[in-house]
């Protein structure tokens, strides 16, 4: 089966920059997404197709891709961007999650 | 606009089929570009892929459960139906459906609140 790893938590000051990494084989080759969950919350999707933003996201969220690595990128961190995020991306017709990674502003 | 509900119970015993259907609003299920996920996350734990529907009714599964689980749609009835057979405590989860094909077209652009399936005697 197809993994994505990535780790488990990061720590940011407000007004920094933020940056969680998801790792998988050939990731580069693959379509990645990005969800942010908040405590009680469904799953909000930020970043699609690697690096592009749904409406209504801010600028500050942003996405690369490449080789075996995929990072998401949020620059200016507020507060409110505390959260749990999720890669994921498509293998072999079925849909692989990461284990998460929560993001603490502190 | 856009909605998905999950409906199904909140408690189910050991061994029993969970049924459960997502009611979806704003988009019809016979769009070509459509498709829907059931996705479920155990208290504390990570988001977990199950099952996806496509328009043309081609279906996959998560290889771990597929022989547990049935997806099917009504589109009469704008819903999703996820079965999972002999439920174990392990199942224990708050389960979502999420739409892809919108816009973000392979990405899940739209959720359902979710809904929180407990496996008790």
């Known amino acids: 089966s197809y993994d994505l790893i990535q780790p488990p938590s990061v720590s940011v000051s407000p007004g920094q920059t933020a940056s969680i990494t998801c790792s998988g084989d050939?990731?580069?080759?693959?379509?990645v997404c990005w969800y942010q969950q908040k405590p009680g919350q469904s799953p909000v999707l930020v970043i699609y197709?690697?690096?592009r933003r749904p409406s209504g996201i801010p600028e500050r969220f942003s996405g690369s891709n490449s080789g075996n690595t995929a990072t998401l990128t949020i620059s200016g961190t507020q507060a409110m961007d505390e959260a749990d995020y999720y890669c994921?991306?498509?293998?072999?017709?079925?849909?692989?999650f990461g284990g998460g990674t929560k993001l603490t502003v502190l | 606009q856009v909605t998905l509900k999950e409906s199904g119970p909140v408690l189910v015993k050991p061994t029993e089929t969970l049924t459960l259907t997502c009611t979806v609003s704003?988009?019809?299920?016979?769009?070509?570009?459509?498709?829907v996920s059931w996705i479920r996350q155990p208290p504390g734990r990570a988001l977990e892929w199950l099952a996806h529907?496509?328009?043309?009714?081609?279906?996959c599964y998560r290889t771990s459960l597929e022989s547990r689980l049935t997806i099917s749609k009504d589109i009469s009835k704008s819903q999703v139906v996820l079965t999972m057979t002999n439920m174990d405590a392990v199942d224990t989860a708050t389960y979502y459906c999420?739409?892809?094909?919108?816009?973000?077209?392979?990405?899940?652009?739209?959720w359902g609140q979710g809904t929180m399936v407990t496996v008790s005697s």
């Open positions: 999420a739409r892809m094909g919108g816009v973000t077209e392979d990405a899940f652009d739209i």
């Open positions: 704003g988009f019809s299920l016979s769009n070509p570009r459509m498709g």
């Open positions: 529907l496509f328009s043309n009714d081609e279906k």
């Open positions: 050939k990731l580069g080759n693959k379509f």
């Open positions: 197709q690697d690096n």
């Open positions: 994921q991306a498509w293998d072999s017709s079925t849909v692989v």
